[in-house]
C-alpha cells in the first residue's frame, strides 16, 4: 500500500521560512511527478509547485513563484518544498501528492494524482 507522509508545517512569523517535506513508502508505484497543493477552508485544492522527477523541471503559478522552491530526492523517494518569505495569505492546509501523468492531463489538476498525503497545516502569522 502506497504511503505519502507529509511533515515541517506549523506556524511561521510573515517573513520567515518553512519546509516541507514528503515521502513516498509501499508498494512500488509508477510515479513521474510529484506536487504540493494547498487548501483554504472551504476551497478546492490549488497548485502551489510541481516537479517531473525525470528531468527535475518544476513549474509555479504566480502566486508562490520566487518565493517557493520543490526540489525531489528520487533515492530517498522524498520531495521538499522550501517556503520562503511566507504571508499570511499562505496559510493553509498543504498536501503532497505523486502520480504518472498521462498525456493530456495537467500537473496542476489534482485529479491528475494518484496519491496523496493526509495534509499538513502552515499557520503563518505574527
Known amino acids: 500500500q502506497v504511503q505519502l507522509v507529509e511533515s515541517g508545517g506549523g506556524l511561521a512569523q510573515p517573513g520567515k521560512s518553512l519546509t516541507l517535506s514528503c515521502t513516498i513508502s509501499?508498494?512500488?508505484?509508477?510515479?513521474?511527478?510529484m506536487a504540493w497543493f494547498r487548501q483554504y477552508p472551504g476551497k478546492e485544492r490549488e497548485c502551489v509547485a510541481t516537479i517531473i522527477l525525470s528531468s527535475l523541471s518544476k513549474y509555479y503559478p504566480p502566486s508562490v513563484k520566487g518565493r517557493f522552491t520543490i526540489s525531489a530526492d528520487t533515492a530517498k523517494n522524498t520531495t521538499y518544498l522550501q517556503m520562503n518569505s511566507l504571508e499570511p495569505e499562505d496559510t493553509a492546509m498543504y498536501f503532497c501528492?505523486?502520480?504518472?501523468?498521462?498525456?493530456?492531463?495537467?500537473?496542476?489538476?489534482?485529479?491528475?494524482?494518484?496519491?496523496w498525503g493526509q495534509g499538513t497545516q502552515v499557520t503563518v502569522s505574527s
Open positions: 501528492a505523486a502520480g504518472f501523468i498521462r498525456s493530456g492531463q495537467s500537473v496542476v489538476d489534482p485529479r491528475s494524482y494518484q496519491y
Open positions: 509501499g508498494g512500488n508505484p509508477r510515479i513521474s511527478d
